[in-house]
């Protein structure tokens, strides 16, 4: 099976995405006549004879006027995760299939949140930033560790269910609240599905891997941070307008036994002075969870793959469709 395809995405990223050994991989299946170019650049005569789009961060939007320039269009491999900002009623409605990387950053997405729970349960950012306050050694308290304890995660899309297989290997307790859940998925992962307040008030580390939607925008609050029990962590690896960060600042003033491990903001970055790196139980990391650097070339390895079992008439592994998209991270 021969296509004609077309590489076009941010050329600032595209060689960490889709590097030799990626586009040998894809070039197999399909001939790309030119180079990667940038959305902005598509003309009319490179779309013409698309029929496989392959791309990522910085994607064309797949509306009207894109489509009617692309005719032969089938296939869109997005080598990154969302793809709420590039497909469109338009797309569905042609039928173009598409495939994205959004599992495989997940699993990207698990790592560091794993790595983040583990040294919360040892209370380590608290005790690297007090020393560091203090320019002296810190006494231990009383830690939890991982041996009985509760962590709760905040739904179970693709980054929620990858971090709690992690979990699974270690001796915590795993809880979830996600309203659109399969119970028999998160029973086969070992996790109990729960309420949200009572989530947030008996985990000993709570995780948020929701979407940020209109419906989820600031649904962690000030009651709910208030609620949290004693010496609990809050980790954000998701998006962080799903925090209402006034309240989380008012609440971690107040409540100094909490720790907040913030990986997204809103904005993101925060403002230079922002009370978010000055409050002592609160760290902020430049967005390092998902995919950074060579480990980007696993989207590239992904897309590959799937567009192999495409020429071969196989199912994809990856692929999004219109229902499945609703509740995607």
């Not at 005569?45 to 990522?56: F, P, S, Y």
């Not at 509306?63 to 793809?83: I, K, M």
């Not at 998902?290 to 567009?307: F, K, S, V, W």
């Amino acid at each position: 099976m021969t296509l004609t395809g077309i590489y076009a995405m941010d050329p600032a990223r595209f060689d960490d995405v889709y590097g030799p050994e990626e586009r040998a991989a894809i070039e197999r299946y399909v001939t790309v006549p030119g180079p990667n170019l940038p959305a902005d650049c598509l003309t009319a005569d490179r779309l013409a004879a698309a029929q496989v789009l392959i791309t990522g961060w910085g994607a064309p939007r797949l509306d009207a006027a894109l489509l009617a320039s692309a005719p032969r269009l089938e296939l869109v491999l997005y080598g990154a995760g969302s793809v709420r900002h590039v497909v469109t009623a338009d797309s569905w409605e042609r039928g173009v299939r598409v495939t994205a990387a959004g599992s495989v950053i997940a699993d990207c997405v698990a790592e560091f949140t794993l790595a983040q729970v583990l040294f919360a349960l040892k209370h380590g950012w608290r005790y690297v930033l007090r020393s560091r306050a203090t320019c002296a050694p810190v006494r231990r308290e009383t830690e939890r560790g991982t041996e009985g304890s509760v962590v709760g995660l905040v739904s179970l899309g693709a980054a929620g269910r990858a971090t709690a297989h992690l979990l699974g290997r270690h001796a915590v307790r795993v809880q979830a609240y996600d309203p659109y859940a399969d119970p028999s998925q998160a029973a086969a992962l070992g996790v109990q599905l729960i309420g949200l307040d009572e989530l947030f008030a008996t985990s000993d580390v709570v995780s948020l891997h929701t979407p940020l939607l209109p419906a989820t925008r600031r649904m962690v609050d000030g009651r709910l941070l208030r609620s949290m029990k004693r010496d609990a962590t809050l980790i954000n690896t998701a998006r962080g307008g799903l925090i209402d960060e006034e309240a989380l600042v008012v609440v971690a003033a107040h409540r100094p036994d909490l720790f907040f491990a913030l990986d997204v903001t809103d904005p993101e970055p925060p403002p230079a002075g922002s009370p978010l790196f000055s409050l002592e139980n609160i760290v902020v990391t430049p967005h390092l969870a998902g995919n950074l650097g060579p480990e980007r070339r696993r989207l590239g390895r992904a897309m590959a793959t799937e567009l192999a079992r495409y020429a071969r008439g196989q199912r994809l592994r990856h692929e999004v469709t219109a229902e499945r998209m609703e509740f995607a991270a």
